[in-house]
């Protein structure tokens, strides 16, 4: 069994920072890719960050230049930093591991920013 445990969300003002972490853990070889999902209400939900097994990474229009995603391949952890926060980015921010022909989310953590 595989699980994904997000936390660090919460309440900020325009213009702060969090950080989200994402921690895996269960029976599993290695991890490779894995990404950042958000889900705003009434929104679909979409790529927020991604990044490969060789820390490649790629990002929404929406949120380049303003969050970072990085991992701790010791720790099965994944990481989004987010900068410069802006009402929009509320949502509830989710990891995804692709994992054996399966994905594998956690159960989210809800960022809200607000004033």
């Known amino acids: 069994q595989v699980q994904l445990v997000e936390s660090g969300g919460g309440l900020v003002q325009p213009g702060g920072s969090l950080r989200l972490s994402c921690a895996v853990s269960?029976?599993?070889?290695?991890?490779?890719?894995m990404g950042w999902y958000r889900q705003a209400p009434g929104k679909e939900r979409e790529l927020v960050a991604a990044i490969s097994s060789g820390s490649s990474t790629n990002y929404a229009n929406s949120v380049k230049g303003r969050f970072t995603i990085s991992r701790d391949n010791t720790k099965n952890t994944v990481y989004l930093q987010m900068n410069s926060l802006k009402p929009e980015d509320t949502a509830i921010y989710y990891c995804k591991l692709p994992l054996y022909g399966m994905d594998y989310w956690g159960k989210g953590t809800l960022v809200t920013v607000t004033s």
């Open positions: 269960g029976s599993f070889f290695s991890i490779n890719d």
